[in-house]
Every structure is written in C-alpha cells, then in structure tokens.
C-alpha cells in the first residue's frame, strides 16, 4: 500500500517538489568525491591473500527483496585504512542479476534500505534519520526529525506508521550527577549491570511508534515510556526483536525486564505484545500475574526453582518475534533454561486467536539450533538457518512438524527473507573460501534438491586473483571412543611433499560452531596464505552434533573438550605426511584464549608458540570481572567464595590456567582490548605479566579502543601483521 507522504508528494507542482527536494538533499555524485569509499578495482601484487587484501573487500549486509520479487536493494561497507573508517552504501539491482545501480553518491553511510509505496520507493537510514528515494536512488527525502537519533526501524505492513530504535537516558545502575558539575567524569555507580559489552550504562534502546503523514514522520511515542528496561536486548539485538502484527494494530517486542543484579544474573528475555488501540501491553511468554521465585545470586540457575515450575512458562531467551502472513501465528525463538545462553534454541509458534503455543521445531525433530527463520508467504511452513556437521543449511518445516533440508555442501548461510510474493527466497552464503554474497534459492519439493542461483559477485575481481587454498574434512577419533569432526584448511600452491607449520585453531563460545564461517580477523584462508595448515575441530560443546555434544562442556572447560582439541592436532601431526609435527602453534580467542592458556599448561611440548586472543585466564577474577554473570554462574556452578561449591565448580577453579603457569614453557603472544567487559583486559595482562616474570618469550598487543572484537581498519591490519609475525619467528626459522 503507498503511503500518504507519496501521494501528496505526487499532487504537488513539480517544480516546488524539485526544488524542494535539492533543499533538503544538495547531494550530488560530486559531493566529498575525494573521501567517499567505495567499490575498487584492486589489482595485487601478489596471488596470495594479505591483511590490506582482506580489508579491500566489501562486506555485503542487510539486503530487501522489492514486494513483486523482481528487485533487491542491499548494502556494501567498503573499508580505508588510509582513512581509519568504512563507508556503508547501497546497491539495488534486479533478481534476474542484471541492471546493478549504485544508489549512494555521497561520503555518508546508508543502511537498512526497505521497499515502500508498492515497490516504487526506499526507506533507508542515513544520519540516523529515515530517509525515503525513488527506487533509482532520486527524489530523495528526509521523513524523520529526532535529532540523528534512529538506530533501526519498520513500517507497518499499511505504511501509516513506523516503529523506530531510539536510546534514552537512563540512570538505574549510575546515578546522574549533579547539574552544577558538568565536567566531572565520575561514575556513580549504584548496582551491577553498569557496564555492559563495551560501554557505560547510561542509555537504554526503547521502541517508539509514530505517524507516518503527508509532512513526513512525526514525534513517535515510547511504548515503553516509563520503563527502565531495554528493548531490543543488548548488545547484539536490532529492528529484528521487534515485529508489526499483519493487521497494523499491534507490535511485538522483545525485553529482558529486569535491572542491575537480576539482569545480570538472568537471560530470561519475553516477548511482549503491545496494542496501539488500547495502549495495553501483554507477555506472551508468562501467565498474567507471573512472580518470579527468588534465587541465589551466587549460584547456577540450573538447579534453582526458576528453571523447575510447573506449568506453561517460558524462562530462557525468547527473542525475533515475527507474525505469520496471514495474521494467525506469532513465532519466535525460545530457549528453555534461565541462566544458559547456548540452550537448544527452539522454534515456539503462537495461535493468536486461542494463545495456544507449541514448538514447531524442537529436539525431537531437529537437535541444533534454529539460528534465524522466516515465515513461507502462504503460512504453511516456516524456512529456517540450522547447523548440522559444521555447515550451516536452510531447512524447511511444515506446521505439522515435519523437518526437511534444503540446501546442502560446505558453505555456511547466513540470511534468509522471502523474494516478494514469489515462492522463492533471498539468502546470503559464505565460506571459509569466500566471502558473503546474495543467492536465489527456489525451494525444492525433494531433500537438498534446491535450485541456487548466485545474484552478486561483491568480491568476485579480488578472489580471481588469489590462489586458493584447499578445504579437507576429517573424522578423528576422540579418546572416549566418538567421532570429531575436523576442518583442514592446505595452503595455496599446496605441496604434498613438503612439511607445512601447522596451527590448532581453538574455537570460542564455548558452545559456537567451527563451521563454514568467514572472518576478517579469524581468517583460515589468510592463515592458509601465509603458508600454515590449519586445523579446527568440532571439539566437544559446539552446536551440530546433538544437544549432547554440545553440553557436555559446561562444567567441563578442562575436560574432554580439551582432549578433542589435542585428538586433531595428534591425529594431523602423526597421519598427515605434511604437517611438520615440531612446528606446531596454537592458537585462538575468548573461549579459545582461555584454552591457549590452560593447554600452556598441559600440552606436553607439543607446540611451539601460542596466541590468545581475549582469553579468560583467572577463572576467580573471571567471575566477577564479566558483566554477564549468569554466564559464569552457568559454565562454573558457584562463586569460588561459597563453601558448598559443587564438584564440578571444584574442578573448574582448581583447573583455572593461572594455577599451571608454573607449566608454562613456551613463547606466548597475548592480544587483549581495553574495552572488552565481557572479559576485561586484566586477564590478558595477567597472562602477559605472568609469563614475563617466568621469564618465558611473550608479547602484549593492547588495543585501548577495542572491544572483544577488532574492528577499526588500521587495528585491524596491526592485528593481522603482529599475529603472522610472532608466528613466523618460532614457526618457520
């Protein structure tokens, strides 16, 4: 339906709406040409990937199919490390893969474009402001005013309102200072949850609905007004926990309505139904009335009176709520327990007219996670995003239950969104090999039969300048008798005759899956190019292999997980005739730092050289120093001060890594950002200062700027040289 902006900008004289529209805009393809970043022609030097190569490419993002599927408008950030910033632009093009137009023309960012007015207009965000342009990227409009303000937004399915993103203050857990003291950098700090991923608490995401009319959009208003909760969920949530019902008249959210110690402690986020008729706001995922049973804060959820209730109650993640295209259902993504953030994530499915809920996808049917989904546009079925065997595949479920893959092969995909009112779908997919691109996928009526066509080539003059390495599947037997599968990544121009250096790759998580994923940091094929083998184990606690694997290691850091590390790069030093078993590295991040740090400790002089990566290494200090302490409370089971400590909270800090540095005897590099709280910077200088007094070879990369990622360009590329430079000098002399 087009909305009433649209047709009053029709009715209006044409030349008051052209120069009406240069007023608003003055943009022209002209404007800061010299410091756009965009789209490159690179021509190497080489045939081998390297760190400036591997920021030259553009990362495709969010992308939308038109409403009749013949159309996609999608974003590319390009990246300068000149610069030391990226630019994110848009693309529209035609499914049928022909007619690319480049819509950004400026130096400013644009993202999130969507289709309105029946397919012959965009709504986008630049400057935090909702944007409109026809769909050849003129006429271009600002429709909001808040003050660059807007972090994500949805039209309603009739294009009369929008729902956007904003942060306001808040002043729960830090108390506001006194208005006299402008310039004191005091933090008064009241309560937990003060500080979260890599900011200070002092704002909180609310959602607000506003009137899309002839002016524009007006003053939205906050339906959460009042609550001192957040909506979407940090850190990583978007527009996508938020959802318009089919009818208009209602949206759904997601929230954790919880603060300071209790969302610290507590992963249990609802859905929240709210009525823009009423004005009433109802959760979907406790009974009317709920009050929450008491728990210790101290102590893991698993056994606590939350995560044991009788009746229809939804404690763990809820989250991405979206309604069926015929206004029946509401479904998003459930987990069951409180205080466990990589519980099965199932797929619960709401009759909206009876409040009936059952789980469409569960454990029976499919034992992995459903990482994203979205409904068929005849509301028969749902298609959804599993991991199974390290390869992330498309899946379809019926309403009855019944389960069938799509796709198939050693790739990972990464979206998935209905094309238009077609039967087909809009995906992106990638590979340790190969970037994210855009794919048509026409589901198939058989197992892994469906058709893929490949719609853009983003990276496609850079990758056919490289060689490539060489992608190998093993199964290793683990020391309790199971079956590991294991990644082998060979470098380009591999020789079978010669004897490669070798890294054992330590995933993180704990529980995220080595699968066909690509990195501009943990990067295999950059690994490859610099003339190491790589190999990456499935090790026990991934997701893909059963809810069984996958939590056998919570409790168990030091366990049999770290057997299943040692089982591949034994296997790969003693059965494959390349790799050179007296050079062998080890290396990783988060999860995977605190698995450096304890096999330093216990790897019997298999390697040469570690790196860790935002590594947990003082599992005591690591319990109180996280923001998210139902994370430690889950994976530890106690605070190390309790005096009824579990056995297996025992086990987990008597087996703490800085307890074996007495162990260490090998060069370690040790990379850390100061604004990581999920694992603050101390544990990396522990580990850092710790071998320094053992007088062992170690280095510290800091990154005062970064969080537990790396993500400016110029950090990026220091990331890359210092890691292959600390590897190059104990592995290849």
């Not at 994530?345 to 007219?353: A, D, F, Y």
């Not at 059952?358 to 749902?382: G, Q």
């Not at 040692?566 to 296997?571: C, G, K, N, T």
């Amino acid at each position: 339906m087009q909305s009433l902006w649209f047709f009053q900008l029709q009715r209006m004289n044409k030349c008051i709406a052209i120069a009406m529209i240069a007023q608003l805009l003055a943009i022209s393809p002209q404007t800061n040409a010299q410091t756009m970043i965009g789209p490159n022609n690179m021509k190497l030097q080489s045939d081998l990937m390297t760190p400036e190569v591997l920021w030259g490419m553009g990362r495709i993002g969010g992308a939308s199919p038109s409403p009749d599927g013949k159309s996609i408008v999608y974003q590319v950030s390009y990246y300068s490390v000149e610069e030391n910033k990226s630019h994110t632009m848009l693309f529209v093009q035609d499914a049928n893969r022909k007619n690319k137009r480049q819509l950004t023309m400026d130096n400013k960012n644009e993202s999130d474009a969507v289709w309105i007015g029946g397919g012959q207009h965009i709504a986008f965000l630049r400057d935090g402001e909702i944007w409109v342009m026809t769909a050849d990227g003129k006429n271009r409009q600002q429709l909001s005013h808040t003050q660059g303000s807007i972090e994500g937004f949805a039209f309603s399915p009739d294009e009369k309102k929008v729902v956007y993103i904003k942060s306001i203050p808040y002043h729960g857990t830090i108390r506001q200072n006194p208005s006299d003291l402008p310039k004191a950098t005091g933090l008064r700090i009241t309560d937990m949850n003060y500080r979260h991923w890599d900011h200070y608490v002092e704002t909180i995401a609310h959602p607000f609905v506003a009137d899309v009319t002839a002016n524009g959009i007006n003053e939205g208003k906050d339906i959460m007004e009042g609550e001192p909760y957040e909506s979407p969920v940090a850190p990583f949530g978007g527009i996508g926990q938020i959802a318009w019902s089919t009818d208009s008249k209602s949206i759904a959210y997601t929230s954790r309505k919880k603060e300071g110690t209790q969302y610290a402690i507590s992963t249990d986020t609802d859905i929240y139904l709210y009525s823009l008729t009423t004005g009433k706001t109802t959760n979907l995922c406790k009974p009317e009335g709920y009050q929450e049973p008491k728990t210790d804060a101290t102590k893991t959820m698993k056994e606590q009176q939350v995560n044991h209730q009788n009746g229809d109650m939804q404690v763990g993640y809820d989250v991405n709520p979206k309604f069926s295209p015929d206004g029946k259902y509401i479904s998003w993504q459930s987990m069951e327990h409180d205080g466990y953030e990589s519980d099965l994530n199932r797929l619960c499915i709401m009759e909206i007219s009876t409040g009936k809920k059952h789980y469409l996808i569960h454990k029976d049917n499919f034992d992995s996670n459903v990482d994203e989904y979205v409904w068929a546009n005849d509301s028969k079925s749902v298609y959804f995003l599993g991991c199974w065997h390290a390869c992330i595949n498309i899946y379809q479920a019926t309403l009855e239950g019944k389960v069938m893959q799509l796709t198939d092969g050693w790739y990972d995909f990464g979206s998935i969104k209905t094309l238009g009112n077609t039967r087909n779908l809009l995906v992106s997919r990638h590979s340790m090999l190969q970037p994210d691109d855009l794919y048509l996928l026409t589901p198939s009526k058989t197992e892994k039969k469906s058709k893929l066509t490949q719609l853009t080539f983003e990276n496609e003059h850079i990758l056919n300048q490289l060689a490539m390495p060489t992608l190998q599947q093993r199964w290793v037997k683990t020391t309790d008798g199971k079956e590991e599968l294991v990644w082998i990544v060979l470098p380009p121009h591999f020789d079978a005759n010669k004897k490669y250096p070798t890294l054992l790759f330590c995933e993180g998580g704990p529980q995220s899956p080595v699968s066909q994923f690509w990195s501009y940091r943990w990067n295999f094929f950059i690994m490859a190019a610099h003339g190491y083998v790589v190999v990456a184990p499935n090790r026990r606690g991934l997701p893909g292999f059963g809810s069984e694997w996958n939590e056998e290691v919570s409790g168990d850091w030091t366990g049999q997980c770290m057997n299943d590390y040692l089982s591949a790069i034994d296997d790969a030093a003693a059965n494959l005739p390349f790799v050179d078993k007296d050079r062998l590295g080890c290396v990783g991040a988060s999860f995977g730092g605190f698995s450096v740090y304890y096999l330093a400790g216990h790897h019997n002089k298999r390697f040469k050289a570690f790196i860790a990566h935002d590594g947990a290494f003082n599992l005591e200090s690591m319990y109180t120093d996280t923001e998210e302490v139902w994370f430690s409370n889950w994976e530890y089971e106690d605070a190390y001060w309790n005096k009824n400590l579990t056995e297996r909270a025992k086990k987990t800090y008597e087996n703490s890594p800085h307890k074996f540095v007495d162990k260490w005897d090998t060069p370690i590099l040790v990379i850390h950002g100061e604004k990581d709280y999920r694992i603050n910077a101390n544990q990396g200088m522990g580990a850092f200062n710790a071998a320094r007094l053992r007088g062992i070879p170690a280095e510290m990369l800091l990154f005062p700027d970064e969080n537990h990622w790396v993500l400016k360009p110029q950090n990026g590329i220091l990331w890359q040289r210092t890691f292959f430079e600390w590897l190059d000098k104990w592995l290849k002399k």
